[in-house]
């Protein structure tokens, strides 16, 4: 049996007619020329209501691998399904179903796996594909408060990116996972659903002692938000919210976390305050959701994020044994990439 060097996977929910062109740029990934079976394309469809997954299978046959899960798992869950179903890879390739990826990809990203013998994530080098020379995003940037912003994203680009990095979060949009990195952390945590799952997974990652780097010439188009229909809605404000406090509380080192939490109250203020006068991310989905029903969905956020903290936290005690990153090298890791307050308050 040919060893899987490299697993793409591509997790889709009514990912209509871009999923085709995601899963299209997979397979015309130039290190699969004559090697395909080490480079297997596999799709997880999420229980679609559009139709996309019969047309994939109409469109692709055996040239792909589709699994059809009985319900929708979210992002973290679908690419679960992915790992277990080629458990010795040696490296996962993950691609958004809005995303598509130039030929010389998959390349980049294991020629820069190839340099760190310490990797267990490489960021990509991620484009607007609405906006042609703008960028989405080169890796994360992380606010005290859990928030998260693209590095670069909405900047022209210049080359400005143009060098390899370490850094400490990659965009699940499209990154490279190390095999057995992920088989260490467990996998993504499912309760994530979607929306800062990869967030969570490249923090834990770090703590088992793993190293992020940014790949430039790995380059990627993403529709930013096209899988979730708008750059923010009720769906994606409920889940970032909620997610947000289960990051601080299962991956921030001891003496930050009831610091980022106090943050966290201050920032829902000061969101609150904005909403009701018609300014910021609030104010957007207010005018089409109404504020009530705003409020409503960010309340009830906060409540199931507080529901869910005693699980969150067994987990993290279950983790604590197997960590090796220290509190200041954390610290030390964050700071390369600190997004400050001022600007995260102001976020889509």
Do not use: Q, S
């Given at each position: 049996m040919t060893a899987v060097r490299a697993a793409i996977v591509v997790v889709n929910y009514?990912?209509?007619a871009l999923v085709e062109d995601a899963v299209r740029s997979a397979l015309a990934q130039d290190v699969r020329a004559g090697a395909e079976a080490a480079f297997p394309v596999v799709v997880v469809d999420n229980v679609s209501s559009d139709g996309s997954a019969d047309?994939?299978?109409a469109a692709f046959g055996d040239r792909i691998t589709l699994i059809r899960s009985h319900e929708n798992t979210g992002y973290a869950g679908g690419n679960n399904l992915a790992f277990a179903r080629f458990p010795q890879a040696e490296a996962f390739a993950l691609l958004n179903p809005d995303a598509i990826a130039a030929p010389g990809w998959l390349a980049a990203l294991l020629s820069s796996a190839g340099r760190h013998p310490d990797w267990g994530a490489i960021a990509s080098h991620i484009d607007n594909a609405a906006a042609p020379g703008v960028l989405d995003n080169v890796g994360h940037r992380m606010a005290l408060d859990g928030t998260v912003r693209g590095r670069g994203r909405g900047e022209a680009d210049h080359g400005q990116y143009g060098g390899e990095r370490a850094l400490m979060i990659a965009s699940g949009c499209a990154l490279l996972l190390r095999g057995d990195a992920v088989r260490a952390a467990g996998?993504?945590?499912d309760s994530f659903f979607c929306?800062?799952?990869?967030?969570?997974?490249c923090l834990r990652l770090n703590l088992l002692g793993y190293q992020t780097w940014y790949a430039p010439d790995a380059r990627v188009a993403h529709h930013f938000s096209a899988a979730a229909g708008v750059a923010f809605n009720a769906f994606k404000a409920y889940h970032v919210e909620r997610n947000r406090y289960w990051v601080i509380?299962?991956?921030f080192?001891?003496?930050a976390v009831p610091v980022a939490l106090g943050a966290s109250v201050v920032r829902y203020a000061w969101a609150s305050i904005a909403t009701a006068r018609g300014r910021g991310p609030g104010a957007r989905l207010a005018a089409t959701a109404g504020f009530k029903e705003t409020s409503r969905t960010i309340l009830r956020a906060h409540r199931d994020a507080l529901l869910g903290l005693p699980a969150?936290?067994?987990r993290r005690a279950e983790e604590a044994p197997r960590r090796k990153l220290g509190t200041l090298?954390?610290?030390k890791r964050w700071r390369r990439d600190y997004l400050p307050m001022k600007v995260a308050v102001s976020l889509e």
């Open positions: 009514n990912g209509g047309r994939l299978d996998g993504f945590d929306y800062c799952d990869d967030v969570e997974l509380a299962k991956c080192p001891w003496p969150v936290l067994r090298e954390f610290l």
